[in-house]
C-alpha cells in the first residue's frame, strides 16, 4: 500500500475511497494456510508456524503501514505510528504453579472478583502468569500460552492455527502473524460442559511496546463455554501498539458465549485487531465485543457460519470520547445454510471522536435458507462527535432472508428534562439515557460481573465528558 | 403564602409570547382546575413551572414552598415537591419503571431507600393504579399505549409524594375505564397524602371522579375567569366561545 503524504495529492498513489466490504467479499474466509507453497514443511505444530511466519514476514516488510480511506468524512491512518521506536518487551513468568503473581495495575483495576475457569495472563510480549481450575483441567481442558501449544505439538493447534486468517492484508495483520509471542490457546474437548467463563488477558504495560497478541481457541464436539477476553493497557503517555490475531473455532453441536473487554487507556495506543469465530454444525455463538478505548482502533471482527445449522448472536458496544478513533468492520458470514444470524451493535461517540461501524452481511452462493438481520444504533454526545454508521447486505443465494436497519442520534432534550422533572440531575439523567441505550445489548451479557465492569467504563466515558455534554445542551 | 405562588407570569417559547402575565397560588390540599381552548397556554405554564428549558420566562416569578423558583433547575423544582405529569410522556428505553422510580426517590434522598421500604410503597401504588405488578419491569413508556403511559405517570407520583402536582391533560386519550384509575388515584392522594393538584384539562369528564375547589380559564395566555366547580359545567355548556366574547376587551 502506498505511503501517504500531505502533499500526495496523485490519486495513483493514493488508495482509492472505499467500502471495506468491497474490499473484504473476495477473501471471505480465506486462510494464510492457502498461501504455503506446496514445498513447505507443515507436518507438524512448530513447522507449521515456522512455516507461516516465515511467508509473514515477507508480507511485513514488503508493506506500508496501512491507510484505509473510507467514503465520506474517513480515513483510518496508522502512518503517524513510529514503528521503529516499538519494541517487544519482556517480562518474567511466573513460578511453575502460577500462583501469586500480582496482576498486571490496569488488570488489577478491572478485572472482576468472580468465579472462573481459568485466566491467562499477556503483559507486553510474555505470558506471566496461567491459571486453570483443577475441575477444568481434569475434563481435558487445555489452557496454555500459544506459544507452549506449538512448542508440544498439539494436534488442535495443528488442525487449526490460522485456519481463518490471513497474513497478506495490511502490514499490522502481518507483523502479527509474523511476530506474535506469548498467545494463549484453549481447547475445550468433546462434551466437556464447563460454566465459569475462562479470562484471556493481554495488558499493554508502557510507552514504546508493540504487543502482538495471539489467541487460539477450539471448542470440540458438543462442548460449553464462555471466554471473557480483556484488552487493557497502563495508564501512560507515548505511542504504543496493540496487534491481535484471534480465532475461535467450535465444532458440531459446541455452544460458547464469548466477549471481549477492550479499553486500551489514555496513551497513544494504536490497536489494530482481526477476530474470527467460525460457527460449525449446529454450534451456536453469542459473541459481545465492547469496544471502549484507545487513540486508534481497527478492528475486523468476522462470525462465520461455516457448517449447516449454525446460528449466532452477534453483538456488540463501542464508546469513543476525546480524540479517540474507532473503526471497525463487523461480518455475519453464511457459508452454507441452512443458517442463523442476527447482529446488533451500539455505538456512542463523545468529545471530537470518530467511529465508523460498517456492518455486512455475506451470504455465500448455495447458503440456502440463512436467516439474518444486522442493526446499527448509534449516539453522538457532543456536536464535533462523529459516527458513520454503515450496513451492507451481499446475497448470493436465493431463499434467504438478509435486512437492515438503524438510527443515528442526539440526547433528547425533551427525554432529559422528563428525567429531571423527576428529581435526576442533568448528570444523571445523560447517564440513564445513555446506559439505557446501551441496555438493549448490554443486557445481553448475562453476566452480572461483566456487565458491572462495562457499566463502570462506560460511566467513567460519561464522566470525563461531562461538562461537553451539558455545554452542548445549552447551545441547543 | 400558599405553597405555590405564580406572579404576573410572562413566557416566551420559539420566539412567541405565550404567557402574558398569569397569576395563580395552589396550597397543599386544593384541587384546581385549569381550563382553556387548544394553544391557549396551558402547557406552556406547566412546561414553565417545572423548569423547561425551552421556556424562557421575561417577567414574573415562581415560589414555591417559600423559595424562589423561578430561575431553579428542573430537578431542584422537583426535589423540592414539584411534580408534573406529562402530556405526552416520553419513553426512557432500557430503563424499568421500578429502576427509574428507585432512581427518582434516591435523587430526593440523602441515603438510599432500603430494597424492603421501596417494595412496600411500589406495591401500595400499583394497587392504587390497579396494574400488574410485572408492569413495573418494564421500559419506562417504552411501547406503552397511551392509557399504560398515563397510568405510568400517576405510578410515579404516588412514588415521589409531592407536594402540588400539575396533570397536563392527563384525561385526553384515555378510555373511560383508564380515566376513571387515574382520576381515582388521584383523588386518592389527595385524601391520603394531601396532596396539592393544577388539573389542566379542556375537558369536564375528569372531573366527575376528582373534584376542584378552584376553577381557572385561559384563554391566550392569560387567567380570565375564575371560580368554583360550577364554572365546569358552564364551560361544558357553552364552550370557550362565551367566555372569550364577555372577556374580549381583556385579551
Known amino acids: ?476 | 403564602m400558599a405553597e405555590l405562588e405564580i406572579r404576573d407570569l410572562h413566557v416566551r417559547h420559539e420566539d412567541l409570547e405565550i404567557l402574558k402575565g398569569v397569576d395563580l397560588s395552589i396550597d397543599k390540599g386544593e384541587i384546581h382546575a385549569l381550563m382553556g381552548p387548544n394553544g391557549s397556554g396551558k402547557s406552556t405554564l406547566a412546561n414553565t413551572l417545572l423548569g423547561h428549558p425551552g421556556y424562557e420566562i421575561t417577567q414574573g416569578a415562581i415560589i414555591f414552598a417559600g423559595q424562589d423558583i423561578t430561575e431553579a433547575e428542573p430537578h431542584e423544582r422537583a426535589k423540592a415537591g414539584l411534580f408534573l405529569a406529562f402530556q405526552y410522556p416520553v419513553a426512557i428505553p432500557g430503563v424499568s419503571i421500578a429502576n427509574f422510580l428507585r432512581m427518582a426517590i434516591n435523587a430526593k434522598r440523602d441515603e438510599p431507600i432500603g430494597v424492603k421500604e421501596f417494595r412496600g410503597q411500589l406495591e401500595t401504588a400499583v394497587a392504587l393504579l390497579d396494574v400488574d405488578r410485572s408492569f413495573t419491569s418494564r421500559p419506562l413508556n417504552d411501547g406503552f399505549s397511551g392509557g399504560e403511559k398515563k397510568r405510568a405517570e400517576i405510578l410515579q407520583m404516588a412514588m415521589l409524594a409531592p407536594d402540588i402536582a400539575i396533570l397536563d391533560e392527563t384525561d385526553s386519550g384515555l378510555d373511560i375505564d383508564a380515566l376513571r384509575t387515574v382520576a381515582e388515584g388521584v383523588a386518592k392522594l389527595h385524601k391520603s397524602q394531601g396532596l396539592g393538584a393544577l388539573i389542566i384539562t379542556h375537558y369536564q369528564r375528569i372531573f366527575h371522579y376528582v373534584t376542584p375547589q378552584f376553577v381557572h380559564v385561559m384563554l391566550d395566555g392569560r387567567i380570565v375567569l375564575e371560580g368554583g366547580e360550577e364554572l365546569v359545567e358552564r364551560l361544558e355548556r357553552e364552550g370557550y366561545d362565551q367566555i372569550r366574547q364577555e372577556h374580549g376587551a381583556v385579551v
Not at chain 1, 474466509?29 to 507449521?48: C, F, K, M
Not at chain 1, 488489577?108 to 477444568?136: F, H, M, N, T
Not at chain 1, 487449526?160 to 506474535?180: F, V
Not at chain 1, 451481499?394 to 434467504?400: E, G, R, T
Open chain 1, 1 to 476: 500500500m502506498a505511503p501517504l503524504s500531505s502533499a500526495d495529492t496523485e490519486t495513483a498513489t493514493r488508495p482509492p475511497r472505499h467500502r471495506e466490504a468491497t474490499l473484504y467479499a473476495p477473501l471471505a474466509g480465506a486462510s494464510a494456510r492457502t498461501a504455503l507453497p506446496e514445498s513447505a514443511p507443515v507436518g507438524d505444530a512448530a513447522s507449521l508456524l515456522a512455516a507461516l511466519r516465515e511467508q509473514a514476514l515477507s508480507s511485513y516488510e514488503a508493506a506500508e503501514l496501512p491507510v484505509w480511506r473510507r467514503s465520506g468524512f474517513w480515513t483510518t491512518s496508522f502512518a503517524p505510528l513510529d514503528l521503529a521506536a516499538l519494541e517487544v518487551h519482556h517480562h518474567e513468568p511466573a513460578a511453575a504453579d502460577g500462583a501469586d503473581v500480582p496482576l498486571p495495575q490496569a488488570a488489577a483495576k478491572r478485572l472482576p472478583e468472580r468465579a472462573r475457569a481459568g485466566r491467562i495472563v499477556q503483559l507486553d510480549g510474555s505470558v506471566i502468569s496461567v491459571e486453570l481450575a483443577e475441575s477444568a483441567s481434569a475434563q481435558g481442558v487445555r489452557l496454555c500460552s500459544l506459544e507452549q501449544a506449538a512448542a508440544e505439538g498439539s494436534e488442535a493447534f495443528h488442525r487449526h492455527y490460522s485456519q481463518r486468517l490471513t497474513s497478506d492484508r495490511n502490514k499490522l495483520e502481518a507483523a502479527n502473524a509474523a511476530l506474535w509471542t506469548g498467545g494463549a490457546f484453549l481447547h475445550v474437548p468433546a462434551g466437556v460442559v464447563i460454566e465459569d467463563p475462562f479470562e484471556i488477558v493481554s495488558v499493554l504495560g508502557s510507552a514504546g511496546s508493540a504487543q502482538h497478541a495471539r489467541v487460539l481457541i477450539v471448542g470440540d464436539r458438543a462442548s460449553e463455554f464462555a471466554v471473557h477476553e480483556y484488552t487493557l493497557a497502563e495508564d501512560f503517555e507515548g505511542q504504543a501498539l496493540h496487534t491481535e490475531g484471534f480465532e475461535m473455532y467450535l465444532s458440531d453441536g459446541a455452544r460458547c458465549r464469548l466477549a471481549h473487554f477492550q479499553d486500551l487507556g489514555p496513551g497513544e495506543v494504536y490497536d489494530a485487531t482481526t477476530r474470527v469465530v467460525a460457527v460449525g454444525r449446529d454450534a451456536f455463538c453469542h459473541w459481545l465485543p465492547a469496544l471502549l478505548g484507545g487513540h486508534l482502533v481497527r478492528q475486523h471482527l468476522e462470525l462465520a457460519v461455516t457448517e449447516p445449522g449454525g446460528d449466532m448472536a452477534f453483538r456488540g458496544i463501542f464508546f469513543a470520547e476525546d480524540a479517540e478513533m474507532f473503526d471497525m468492520f463487523a461480518v455475519d458470514l453464511h457459508e452454507v445454510g441452512p443458517s442463523g444470524g442476527d447482529v446488533h451493535w451500539r455505538g456512542a461517540a463523545s468529545g471530537s471522536a470518530r467511529a465508523s461501524m460498517e456492518g455486512l452481511i455475506k451470504i455465500n452462493p448455495g447458503a440456502q435458507q440463512s436467516h439474518t438481520y444486522l442493526q446499527i444504533h448509534t449516539v453522538m454526545l457532543s456536536p464535533k462527535a462523529r459516527i458513520d454508521a454503515i450496513p451492507s447486505v451481499l446475497v448470493s443465494a436465493d431463499d434467504v432472508s438478509a435486512s437492515h436497519g438503524g438510527s443515528v442520534g442526539e440526547l433528547d432534550e425533551d427525554v432529559i428534562f422528563y428525567m429531571q422533572s423527576r428529581g435526576l440531575d442533568r448528570t444523571a439523567a445523560v447517564r440513564v439515557l445513555v446506559e439505557g441505550f446501551f441496555e438493549p445489548v448490554l443486557g445481553e451479557l448475562a453476566d452480572e460481573p461483566l456487565e458491572g465492569v462495562v457499566r463502570a467504563k462506560i460511566a467513567e466515558k460519561l464522566a470525563a465528558a461531562r461538562a461537553e455534554i451539558e455545554a452542548y445542551a445549552a447551545g441547543r
